[in-house]
């Protein structure tokens, strides 16, 4: 007898959804947030906008003023610009717009596992080059494969989730000199490395950056996301995007959070960095733990430890971290992002007792 779930593809029925256990925790460090909520300024004056705004009426269709902030804020040109619910549907129209049967999708591993997710539901087939023992990219067996398969697209995390390895411009354009296909960056952490490609988007009518304000905007709640590629790109892309994917409200709070971004937010990005250094050295010093240099605002550490044995320990003293021991290569690891400086004090002193007390 047939079952519903017969009618759904073989290759989702095998994928593991994508999802998150729903432990709780006072120290919150398992989805590289920003830790601190968004500044109070911005709250204001987006709650102020909004207040002399009817809620009855429709974003505008193609939100203008949007694009147009984005553009100055990410130094492209606002008809190159998309604006979505979130990176993640932007990764979601890209690839539906791109990706079917016989198309192929190029990931290096282990990395962000919506690329892979995606791709697959959509029926493409996924080519994974692994990152190098030092969790780097391996850029000339990306390069290799990329002459060889000729994926019609290639998607690289630049700083890389979970590793937070970036891939430096000249390589960057080894690939995008090999490739006939879209090279995707997904830059949702650029801001904690203080490195961007946007402008070898001048270079490469190929090039694709995604970007998020979940991250160092500190605006995770909200869902906004943004795409920035040649114009012919976006027009495409943009065709499978839901007519107004993005609500007012997070329109507003996106158009101020750029206005307000030097003095508002820029300082907290600047402490989440200093903040990361001082974990890395502190979390070094202990027996058992190697964590791994990151450019972005969370690291991976291998530890002595069984991944899962760290992550009970820790939220037993009320810290959540993220567990990535399922990752290709990452079978000793765990993750944490960096939090506020008395969130990272109780996290070294809880990391310290459970590593020197066995
Ligand atoms: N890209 C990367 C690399 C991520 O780590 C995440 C979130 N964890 C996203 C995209 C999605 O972010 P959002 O949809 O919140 O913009």
């Given at each position: 007898m047939s079952k519903p779930t017969d009618t759904i593809k073989p290759a989702v029925r095998a994928l593991r959804a994508y999802a998150l256990t729903p432990h709780r925790a006072?120290?919150?460090?398992?989805?590289?947030?920003?830790?601190?909520?968004?500044p109070v300024r911005i709250k204001e004056e987006t709650e102020r906008r909004l207040a002399e705004r009817k809620w009855s009426r429709y974003p505008d269709f193609i939100p203008v003023a949007l694009h147009e902030a984005l553009a100055g804020f990410g130094g492209w040109k606002a008809d190159g610009v998309l604006a979505g619910n979130g990176s993640n549907e932007l990764i979601q129209a890209l690839l539906m717009v791109s990706v079917g049967k016989g198309k192929r999708v190029l990931i290096s591993e282990p990395t962000f596992t919506l690329y892979g997710q995606i791709a697959t539901v959509l029926d493409g087939e996924v080519i994974s080059v692994p990152l190098n023992f030092n969790l780097e990219y391996d850029v000339e067996s990306l390069r290799e494969t990329i002459t060889n398969s000729q994926p019609d697209v290639t998607i690289i995390c630049s700083p890389n989730n979970p590793t937070g390895c970036v891939i430096a411009d000249d390589d960057l354009r080894k690939l995008l000199g090999a490739a006939s296909g879209l090279v995707v960056i997904?830059?949702?952490?650029?801001e904690f490395s203080?490195?961007?490609?946007?402008?070898l988007l001048n270079e490469h009518a190929n090039l694709v950056v995604l970007r998020t304000f979940s991250k160092a905007m500190a605006m995770a709640g909200l869902r906004i996301g943004y795409l920035l590629a040649a114009p012919e790109l976006t027009r495409e892309i943009g065709k499978a995007l839901l007519p107004y994917n993005l609500n007012v409200i997070s329109q507003t709070a996106a158009e101020v959070a750029i206005e307000l971004y030097e003095t508002e937010l820029r300082p907290l990005v600047q402490k989440i960095t200093q903040e990361r250094e001082r974990l890395f050295s502190e979390l070094k010093k202990l027996g058992g733990l190697a964590p791994v240099r990151s450019r972005a605002n969370f690291m991976v550490m291998r530890s002595r430890l069984k991944p899962r044995t760290v992550f009970d320990e820790l939220l037993e003293r009320d810290i959540l971290i993220r567990?990535?021991?399922?990752y290709p290569m990452l079978g000793d690891y765990f993750r944490l992002s960096v939090g506020t400086p008395e969130e990272n004090d109780k996290l070294i002193a809880a990391l310290g007792e459970i590593f020197n007390e066995r």
């Open positions: 006072s120290v919150k460090i398992n989805q590289n947030e920003n830790p601190w909520g968004a997904d830059e949702a952490y650029h203080d490195h961007s490609v946007v402008p567990d990535v021991s399922s």
